[in-house]
């Protein structure tokens, strides 16, 4: 009778069979989960050669990046309400559906323009894989099993952080760009069939979904995002970029006035905001993952176009930094409990300022060890903040507001990378046309080969020139990144002092 063991749901009372399914389910929610990072360090690594082949502009090759970011950080609040309401099983088989067959799209895609809108649809079911997802294990869980569910998925988004730029530089390598996008499309296979033993449930209220909280931060997302595009290509002070900046600014303003108005309603609770512990550990990932996902993003593309190494040898070279990602979660935890989550996010932030510090060391002629020197302690970093953010978000809060604030943490976190992964593209190409432009290249030209450099496309001749060029750009984002970081360990240490009676 092993095989028919119950479990009694504590929101239902219901007695559901848990043994037979349990473990297919995780499994299939964990190796979904795994595609989303990997979607995004994979394609940025076959980037370069994908760009070269395809030829593809600058602008339309920075937007297979931009596209499934700004899609997968604004939908995953609304792919919750949906899957509330249609059924979490099925909103999750459509998710993995949408990701496995738009990377096949995206595989044998002719042209960068359709790799683009693939992408966007794309990022949409990534976000409904990372909210039903999760719904699913919630609900087919309960006790000690949730928290081994809940535990070996993050433990997935983990590991495909840390091996995404290694595995995808591999496959590039011996087998071309559109092999990353393949495995992607070969992997959904089975794990949709997997994911069919989940049990299927819904929330029985199903509240309405809030549409225009979704549009509204959706758009101001996106116009955020093609204004920094703008920027690299036209300048900061060029009237397209001004416009796009003061339409985001406008869009969020609404957001921000449409969300207070509908209260319980929201997409965004906003009263939890009024509590600045929770404020501090949902501003977490902007100084956490910021940096983190701009050196996975742009570093390969710097060692494979300035430093002449390969797609693989450039995924080989960030281990210092994405092993300890995968490696010190737990031990963050065992940290937290005997000092405090305060101290664990306010060390791992400082580490994170050290790393990004010691970034005005990179060369791109240094060898292994010194470009160690500075990825190590940001991995640690980083590595340490993911063992504790999540439960610390949760954990600020009342219970019954704890679906809502892993919610919204979960949707900052994806912002903070979708806006890291736009800005950081547009402050070095900036930095570097600067470069360019006083060594007395024209701008439109210094520009073009700026955006080229960063995407991981140079030219034999121009590697010389533009390896400086674009080393003393990474030199300034490093210093921006160290001062984000340590005004974030400086807040969080004092939002999250306890509090005197």
Request: hydrophobic letters at 60%; a positive charge; glycine letters at 10%.
């Amino acid at each position: 009778m092993a095989n028919s063991s119950l479990d009694l749901r504590p929101e239902t009372g219901a007695a559901v069979p848990v043994r037979r399914t349990f473990w297919p389910v995780v499994l299939a929610v964990a190796a979904a989960s795994m595609m989303l990072p990997f979607s995004v360090t994979g394609a940025a690594v076959a980037l370069p050669s994908m760009a070269a082949h395809l030829g593809a502009s600058v602008g339309t090759a920075q937007w297979m990046l931009n596209a499934f970011n700004i899609t997968f950080a604004a939908l995953p609040l609304a792919a919750g309400g949906l899957a509330d309401r249609l059924g979490r099983r099925r909103v999750l088989l459509t998710g993995i559906a949408v990701v496995g067959v738009m990377s096949l799209l995206v595989a044998l895609s002719p042209s960068m323009v359709l790799v683009d809108l693939a992408r966007a649809i794309q990022g949409c079911g990534a976000a409904t894989v990372l909210a039903a997802g999760a719904a699913v294990l919630a609900e087919a869980t309960s006790g000690r099993r949730r928290q081994l569910a809940f535990g070996i998925l993050g433990t997935s988004f983990g590991t495909g952080l840390a091996i995404g730029p290694l595995a995808a530089g591999a496959l590039v390598q011996l087998a071309g760009w559109r092999s990353v996008f393949l495995l992607v499309a070969v992997m959904s296979v089975p794990i949709w069939l997997v994911a069919t033993r989940a049990g299927e449930s819904r929330d029985p209220a199903r509240r309405k979904l809030d549409l225009a909280g979704v549009a509204t931060f959706t758009a101001g997302l996106g116009c955020l995002s093609y204004a920094f595009v703008q920027a690299a290509a036209a300048g900061w002070t060029a009237p397209g970029t001004l416009l796009l900046l003061a339409a985001a600014i406008a869009l969020t303003a609404l957001f921000a006035v449409l969300e207070i108005r509908r209260a319980d309603r929201a997409m965004f609770d906003v009263r939890l905001f009024a509590k600045p512990e929770f404020v501090a550990v949902v501003c977490q990932p902007f100084t956490v993952t910021l940096g983190f996902v701009i050196l996975l993003i742009y570093l390969p593309a710097y060692l494979q176009g300035v430093a002449g190494q390969s797609t693989f040898s450039s995924g080989l070279l960030l281990l210092p930094m994405t092993a300890p990602v995968l490696l010190l979660p737990l031990a963050a935890g065992w940290m937290a409990a005997r000092t405090s989550v305060r101290t664990v996010l306010t060390a791992a932030s400082l580490m994170i300022a050290l790393g990004a510090l010691l970034l005005t060391t990179l060369h791109s002629d240094g060898s292994w060890l010194a470009l160690a020197l500075p990825l190590l302690p940001f991995g640690a970093g980083v590595g340490l903040a993911f063992g504790v953010m999540d439960n610390a978000a949760i954990s600020t809060v009342p219970v019954h507001n704890a679906g809502a604030a892993a919610g919204i943490f979960n949707t900052m976190r994806i912002t903070g990378e979708s806006v890291a992964v736009a800005g950081a593209a547009a402050l070095l190409t900036t930095l570097t046309a600067g470069q360019l432009g006083q060594h007395g290249v024209a701008a439109a030209s210094a520009v073009r080969l700026a955006g080229l450099a960063v995407q991981g496309q140079v030219a034999q001749p121009d590697r010389a020139g533009l390896a400086s060029d674009l080393t003393a750009a990474f030199h300034v984002l490093g210093i921006v990144l160290a001062i984000l970081s340590t005004i974030g360990a400086v807040l969080t240490y004092l939002a999250l002092a306890p509090r005197r009676r």
